[in-house]
Structure formats: structure tokens, C-alpha cells
DNA sequence: ATCGTTGATCGTAAATGTACGATGATACAA
DNA sequence: TTGTATCATCGTACATTTACGATCAACGAT
């Protein structure tokens, strides 16, 4: 898979109001359940499972049972990988902006 | 339109590697032609266009008239802003990180 | 053994995304 | 006026996403 294949797949994650806090929410705290999420968002149980599910086969979050619930967390690695990918292949001014071609 | 909206937004605009491609393309140049990226991607003049549109409804880029060619440029603006929403509510480690909850 | 709690998965409907070829629009050239 | 070049838009087909309620699975508690 390319650098923008990567880069794609983890915005693709991210293209989600709910996705993008709760990625926030564990940017913020070490860890959440998802009962914590189904209080806190007027969405269906099911739905937040969903979009839980998207972030895990991002690779951006990992989850672990803890019965009866499910623990989840920020993979680390891969959402530092994401900020790098972004950072160095897409947000920075570092390389040189050539004049207008053809 | 809530912090977190804006940046699904972008993410989603940003989660197609063509569209990726088209977007580390000028950030390393100062423009590029329609007719310059249907030669680069092997997709149809028509899904480059969409792609196109796509990008400019995000507000990524903007397009001028050069008849009869149409000049694409970074919307430097929104980007840096799509930089900095992703930079300080996404990928920023400043915050404290809390014990695990309930 | 049955119940209760938690969360994943299934089935499904509606909306959106992605790709293509065909066509349309604009203005310059012959 | 009739072409030519460039790019957008239309129509369309197929896949994916998003949302919901219903159901299933695992396991501790009664």
C-alpha cells in the first residue's frame, strides 16, 4: 500500500463527526467503553458499535474485554504513524513551491 | 458548523488517494491544469473532475479560468486551517491524560 | 438453569461515493 | 461558420456508508 493509500484510509476514519471525538475523547483520556459513548451520543447503540468497528479496522483505536464490558484506547503506534503521514506528506511547507508549469 | 464537523469535513475530502495526490501536488507547486492530472491518473477526464469539485466544495483548493485551460491552486487559507484543526484537536499531546473512567 | 448486562452482528433502507461514456459550454482558430 | 481544445456536467451503474431495530453471544449473578 502506497504513503497516500495510508494517508487516504486514515482520513477516511476520521470523515465522521462521532469518529472524530471519539478519537478526541481518547486522545484526552486513557481509555473508554462503549457504554461510555452510547450515553453521551443520541445515536443508536448499534451505530456507535459501527463506527467503533471503522476506527479499529483503521488500526486507529484497539479494544479489549473487559467483561461484561469492552475497553477501548488510542493505538498509539498506528495514530502516530496517521500524524506523521500527515504531517510530513501532506501539511508541510518544506518543500519549495515551483513556478506555474506548462 | 462545530470544530469537529469542519474537521470531518476535510478528512473526508482528503480520503481518496487521487484526491491525496492531487493535493501533494500542490503543495509542492504553485498550480496545476485539469489536463495535467488527466495525463498523471489513469482515470477517466470526468472522475478527475468530480475529484476536482469535491476538493473546491471542501474549500482545499480553487480553480481560475485561463481559457481555455482552468488553473487549480491550494486555498492556502482553509488549508493551513485544516492543518491547524487537525494539529490542536486532533494530534496534540498536550493534554493530560486522565485514569482510565468508570 | 434462567436472567441480566454489555456490546457485537445481522438485516435492511436510504443516502452518498466512485467510476465511466456521452454531451454541453465556452472561446479561440481556420 | 465550422471546427478544435479544454473542462464541467449529466445520466447511469455499482459499491459503500450510515442509520436503525432486532437478534445473538458471552458470562456473571440469582
Redesign the pocket.
Known amino acids: 500500500m502506497t504513503t497516500d493509500e495510508k494517508l487516504a484510509l486514515y482520513a477516511?476514519a476520521l470523515?465522521?463527526p462521532?469518529r472524530i471525538q471519539i478519537i478526541r475523547l481518547l486522545t484526552g483520556q486513557a481509555c473508554c467503553?462503549?457504554?461510555d459513548l452510547?450515553q453521551q451520543f443520541p445515536?443508536?447503540?448499534?451505530?456507535?458499535?459501527?463506527?467503533?468497528?471503522?476506527l479499529k479496522e483503521a488500526g486507529l483505536i484497539q479494544?479489549t474485554i473487559e467483561?461484561?464490558?469492552?475497553k477501548y484506547c488510542l493505538n498509539r503506534e498506528n495514530f502516530e504513524e496517521a500524524q506523521r503521514l500527515f504531517e510530513t506528506h501532506l501539511f508541510s511547507d518544506e518543500r519549495f513551491i515551483k513556478s506555474c508549469a506548462s
Do not use: D, M, N
Open positions: 477516511k470523515a465522521h462521532i467503553y462503549t457504554g452510547t445515536i443508536a447503540q448499534s451505530t456507535i458499535s459501527q463506527h467503533l468497528r471503522a479494544g467483561r461484561p464490558k469492552v
